[in-house]
């Protein structure tokens, strides 16, 4: 399985970006698909996530204004991110989690990782 991300990049305060992440391989029994983030000296932390049934979760901090999306047909996963302020400054890490057994145990995938820079 491989992830490619694409879509991050320098922004203004109060810009909008479309982060996309395409799913290639062997990818079946979907259980979860999100995005990541990790600033500088910080650890990574969830952003957002769509289930397989198509619910979502959102970190409070993007609320209101990060929505994920899923094209289950292309396997590819979208955040669209307005609003956007100084400290979602971060590099931003497609994941993709698979159930190997279904509802017992799943496996985890990665992507490398897009910059998304705010600043003036």
């Known amino acids: 399985v491989q992830l490619q991300a694409s879509g991050g990049g320098l922004v203004q305060p109060g810009g909008s970006l479309r982060l996309s992440c395409a799913a290639s391989?062997?990818?079946?029994?979907?259980?979860?698909m999100g995005w990541y983030r990790q600033a500088p000296g910080k650890q990574r932390e969830l952003v957002a996530r769509?289930?397989?049934?198509?619910?979502?979760n959102y970190a409070d901090f993007v609320k209101g204004r990060f929505t994920i999306s899923r094209d289950n047909a292309q396997n590819t996963v979208y955040l669209q991110m307005d609003s956007l302020k100084p400290e979602d400054t971060a590099v931003y890490y497609c994941n993709l989690k698979i159930w190997v057994v279904v509802g017992l145990t799943s496996s985890e995938y990665w992507g490398q990782g897009t910059l998304v820079t705010v600043s003036s």
């Open positions: 391989g062997s990818v079946f029994n979907i259980r979860a």
């Open positions: 769509i289930i397989s049934g198509g619910s979502t």
